[in-house]
C-alpha cells in the first residue's frame, strides 16, 4: 500500500470508474438458472459472477452434525481457480473458511430452522469470477437461491459495501478500491427487520466515518433489494393474468 | 387495521402483508403484531385470514397423504423409501407381508427391491420421527406400470381442481388412470404412451399456469385440439 | 463448540440478564478479571500467557526470515494461527483448524494487521529479497468463553514481549550478532467482543453465556479510539441502533482496558 498509485477518487468526487460516491456497480440477478438444484441463483455484481445452488431441506451429512430440534444450514464458499488474475488454487483457503461462515450466518437470521428438526440445507456459492465485494453478492444471490428453492424465510437478505478511499466514505468498493482503499466495511441486511445480518471491518475509520458508511451500505442494500424482488417476481410473471381460478376447497 | 396487498398479487418472503386484527394464514408469519409473508406467492385474504398460495415449497409429510415414493435400501426388516420429502420414509416389512416377518424365511428385496415404485399411505410422522409408511389399503402397494412426473407439492389442488372436476376431466379426455402423490409425484397410466403424454402435458400446463386466469378453459382446448389431430402430440 | 447446557440453565442465565446482572455477579459491561504473564517460554521471541476467567490462552511468537510479498516488498511478514487445543474443553477434537478456530485466527490477525500495530517497515532486511517473518501461534489451553478477547489481548502482550535477533549483512549474507532488540512496535489495539442477548448488550460472555446469546460484535479499536476491524458473528443480527449503540460501548470498554493495561 506504500506504492504511489492512480487517484481513486478525482476532485469531482468521481471515481476511477466514473461512479460517484454513493452509486452502486451495475446489477443483474437471475432465479432457478440451475435445473437439478432445489434453488438457485446468479449474479453479475459489476464483473463480479457468481452462482449460488441450494439442496434441501434434506438428510443432514455427515450425520453428527444432525440436530434432533433444528435444521442445519451449511454453506461454502468457493472461489473457481480461473475467477482471479492469478491463479487459485482450488483447496479452501483460510479466508473461503471464514467466508463461508460469515455468510451462513448472515443467512440464518432469515430461517426458521426450528420448522425442519433433523433436516440441513446446503448452500453452495462459487464464484466465476471475483472483482471485489463477492461475500456480499453471494449473499444477495444465496438468499434468491434460498427463496427459489421453497424455503420460508423471515425475509430476504441483502448485502453491499461501503468503504472509505482516499478520504471519502463510498459505496460498493470492487477490487481495486478494496486493495488500495482506507476501509471496506461489508453488510447485510434483511430490510422489512431493519436487522444487520453480517457486518465487517479491516482499515482504520473513526466511529463518526463508521456510522456514515453503515449507512451507506443499508443504502445500498436496500436499492439491491428492489432488484431482488423484482429478479424473483420474474421467475413466475410470465403470464401476467390474474387468477380467478376455483380451487378445490 | 390495514392490510398491504392486492387480493392475488405476487409477494416475496418478508413483505408486510397486514397488521393488526388480521390472522395469519399459510406461508405467512407474524413478529410484532404485523404479519409477513414467508414464501414467495399469490396473496389473499379469507375472512380475517391471511393466506399466501406458495409458488415454491416443497412436500412435508402429514399422516393420512397418499404419496408415491421409490424404494432407495432394502434393509433388515423393511424398506428406505424416498418421498420427495425432508424425511425419508420408512415401511415396515410386517406391514407388506401382512404376517410376523421371519429375517430366516423373508427375502424382502424379491418383495420390493431398491429402484421399485409404490404408492403409499403416510401412516405417522412427527418431529422426532421419519414418517411410517403402509401400503395395507385398497389402491395402495408397487406399481408396475405407468408414467410418473413431478409438480411443485403446492400445485396439486389445482391439478385436481373444484371438488375435482379437473382432475376427472383429464381423466375421461384422455382415458387415463392418474394417481396424484400429495407430494408431487403423480403416476399416470394410460392404454398407449400417446394418452399419457397427452395427460402429463395437461397438467404440466396446469403446473405452469396456475396463477392464470382461464385456466379450465385452455385446458380443456389443449385435450380438445389434441384428440382431433392425435399425431402433433407424438412429437 | 461448548459443552450443551440445559434449557432450563439457559432460561436461568437469560433472566438474569433481564435484570441487568449476570450469574456471576457482574453487571453486563464488566468484564471478567484479567491477569497476562509475559516471557513464559524461553524459546520463543515473545509469549504471554493470559487468563480471563477461566479462561485460558497462550500466545508464541516465533520470527524467522522469509520473503516479503510481492506488492509489500519493503515490508516484513506477519501471521496468525490458532490452534484449539484439546486439553482445552471436553468437546475440542485433534484434527486439522476448523472454522471456529480459523475465524478466531483471522479476527485477531486483522485487529493487528489492520491497525499497523507491527512497524513492519523495520522488519525489511533486503528489499523484495528478505524480510523477517512474525509467526503468532494462539494456543486456547482452557475454554470458558470470549476466545476472541482474550487472544487479541495474549497476541499484543505477547508482541511486546517479543525481542528480535540483532543481525548484520555480509556480503549479501545475513549473520546474526550478539543482543536483541524490542520487535518494533506503532500501535496498541484493544479488542473487544459484545454479545447481544433479546434487547441487551453485554461484553465477554463466558462460555455458557454464550450458548444464550443471539450474536456477537467484535471491534478493534487504537489508542485514537479509530474501529480498525470489525466482526459480526453467530446466527442473530443486530439493529443498525444496536450496532451504534455497541461501537460506543466498545470503545468505552477498550479505554477502561487500555488504562489498566498501560499500553
Not at chain 2, 397418499?66 to 424425511?87: H, L, Q
Not at chain 3, 478493534?220 to 458473528?233: L, P, R, S, V, Y
Request: with cysteine; aromatic share 6%.
Amino acid at each position: 500500500m506504500s506504492e504511489k498509485h492512480e487517484k481513486l477518487i478525482d476532485k469531482k468526487g468521481i471515481r476511477l470508474d466514473g461512479r460517484k460516491a454513493d452509486e452502486l456497480r451495475s446489477l443483474k440477478l437471475e432465479v432457478g438458472v440451475l435445473p437439478n438444484a432445489d434453488g438457485s441463483a446468479y449474479v453479475e455484481h459489476g464483473k463480479n459472477k457468481i452462482l449460488v445452488g441450494v439442496f434441501g431441506p434434506r438428510e443432514v451429512h455427515p450425520k453428527h452434525l444432525m440436530k434432533a430440534d433444528r435444521m442445519v444450514l451449511k454453506c461454502r464458499y468457493h472461489m473457481a481457480p480461473f475467477s482471479v488474475p492469478e491463479r487459485k488454487s482450488p483447496a479452501p483457503s483460510r479466508r473461503e473458511v471464514e467466508l463461508s461462515k460469515v455468510i451462513r450466518e448472515s443467512l440464518e437470521p432469515a430461517l426458521f430452522p426450528e420448522l425442519y428438526p433433523r433436516t440441513g440445507i446446503d448452500v453452495y456459492v462459487e464464484v466465476l469470477q471475483a472483482d471485489g465485494g463477492t461475500r456480499c453478492a453471494a449473499i444477495t444471490a444465496a438468499a434468491l437461491a434460498l427463496a427459489d428453492s421453497g424455503i420460508p424465510m423471515r425475509d430476504l437478505v441483502v448485502a453491499c459495501a461501503a468503504g472509505k478511499v482516499e478520504d471519502t466514505v463510498v459505496l460498493d468498493l470492487y477490487d481495486a478500491e478494496d486493495k488500495l482503499g482506507a476501509a471496506d466495511v461489508p453488510v447485510a441486511y434483511m430490510p422489512n427487520l431493519n436487522a444487520v445480518t453480517l457486518l465487517q471491518m479491516d482499515g482504520q475509520l473513526s466511529p463518526e466515518e463508521f456510522e456514515k458508511a453503515l449507512n451507506m451500505a443499508m443504502e445500498g442494500c436496500k436499492k439491491i433489494y428492489a432488484l431482488q424482488k423484482e429478479a424473483l417476481k420474474n421467475k413466475y410473471m410470465t403470464t401476467k393474468v390474474e387468477t380467478k381460478e376455483e380451487t378445490e376447497e | 387495521m390495514p392490510t398491504f396487498f392486492e387480493a392475488k398479487q405476487l409477494v416475496t418472503p418478508g413483505e408486510l402483508l397486514a397488521e393488526g386484527e388480521y390472522q395469519a394464514g399459510e406461508n405467512t408469519y407474524v413478529e410484532a403484531g404485523k404479519i409477513f409473508a414467508s414464501r414467495i406467492g399469490l396473496v389473499d385474504l379469507e375472512n380475517k385470514k391471511v393466506n399466501v398460495v406458495a409458488l415454491r415449497a416443497f412436500y412435508v409429510p402429514k399422516p393420512g397423504d397418499i404419496v408415491i415414493g421409490s424404494v432407495i435400501e432394502v434393509g433388515f426388516n423393511g424398506w428406505t423409501i424416498d418421498i420427495k420429502a425432508p424425511y425419508t420414509a420408512m415401511l415396515r416389512a410386517s406391514d407388506v407381508l401382512s404376517r410376523p416377518f421371519k429375517p430366516q424365511n423373508d427375502e424382502l428385496s424379491q418383495v420390493l427391491d431398491a429402484g421399485d415404485l409404490i404408492v403409499a399411505k403416510i401412516a405417522s410422522f412427527d418431529r422426532a420421527h421419519d414418517p411410517q409408511l403402509t401400503v395395507g389399503e385398497p389402491g395402495l402397494g408397487k406399481i408396475t406400470r405407468g408414467q410418473l412426473m413431478r409438480v411443485i407439492p403446492t400445485k396439486i389442488p389445482r391439478v385436481i381442481g373444484r371438488k375435482g372436476s379437473m382432475i376427472s376431466m383429464i381423466k375421461t379426455e384422455t382415458n387415463c388412470q392418474i394417481i396424484l402423490g400429495l407430494n408431487g409425484v403423480i403416476l399416470v397410466t394410460g392404454k398407449n404412451p400417446a394418452d399419457e403424454e397427452l395427460a402429463m402435458k395437461a397438467i404440466k400446463k396446469i403446473e405452469d399456469e396456475s396463477h392464470t386466469t382461464g385456466l379450465t378453459d385452455r385446458i380443456t382446448q389443449l385435450l380438445k385440439e389434441a384428440k382431433a389431430k392425435p399425431e402433433e402430440i407424438k412429437q | 463448540m461448548s459443552s450443551p447446557i440445559t434449557k432450563v440453565r439457559q432460561r436461568q442465565i437469560a433472566q438474569t440478564m433481564e435484570t441487568g446482572k449476570r450469574m456471576d455477579g457482574r453487571t453486563l459491561t464488566d468484564y471478567r478479571e484479567f491477569t497476562i504473564e509475559q516471557g513464559v517460554i524461553e524459546k520463543a521471541e515473545g509469549s504471554a500467557r493470559v487468563f480471563l476467567g477461566k479462561t485460558q490462552i497462550l500466545v508464541g511468537i516465533k520470527v524467522e526470515t522469509g520473503e516479503p510479498f510481492p506488492d509489500t516488498p519493503n515490508e516484513g511478514v506477519m501471521t496468525v494461527n490458532a490452534e484449539l487445543v484439546p486439553l482445552a474443553s471436553p468437546t475440542y477434537e485433534t484434527g486439522p483448524p476448523d472454522e471456529t478456530s480459523i475465524e478466531l485466527a483471522r479476527i485477531v490477525d486483522r485487529g493487528i494487521r489492520e491497525s499497523k500495530a507491527i512497524d513492519t517497515e523495520k522488519l525489511c532486511i533486503e528489499p523484495g529479497k528478505k524480510v523477517f517473518v512474525v509467526f503468532v501461534d494462539i494456543y486456547v489451553l482452557n475454554y470458558d468463553g470470549n476466545l476472541i478477547d482474550a487472544a487479541a489481548l495474549a497476541a499484543m502482550s505477547a508482541l511486546m514481549n517479543t525481542k528480535m535477533p540483532n543481525y548484520e549483512i555480509k556480503d549479501g549474507e545475513l549473520k546474526l550478532k550478539q543482543g536483541y532488540t524490542q520487535l518494533p512496535m506503532k500501535s496498541h489495539p484493544v479488542t473487544v467482543t459484545i454479545g447481544k442477548i433479546g434487547e441487551k448488550l453485554i461484553v465477554d460472555a463466558a462460555m455458557e453465556e454464550e450458548q444464550v446469546i443471539d450474536a456477537r460484535l467484535t471491534m478493534a479499536i487504537n489508542e485514537e479510539g479509530n474501529i480498525c476491524a470489525i466482526q459480526k458473528g453467530l446466527s442473530g443480527y443486530f439493529t443498525p441502533q444496536q450496532l451504534i449503540e455497541a461501537s460506543k460501548l466498545a470503545r468505552e470498554k477498550a479505554d477502561e482496558q487500555r488504562k489498566k493495561l498501560k499500553w
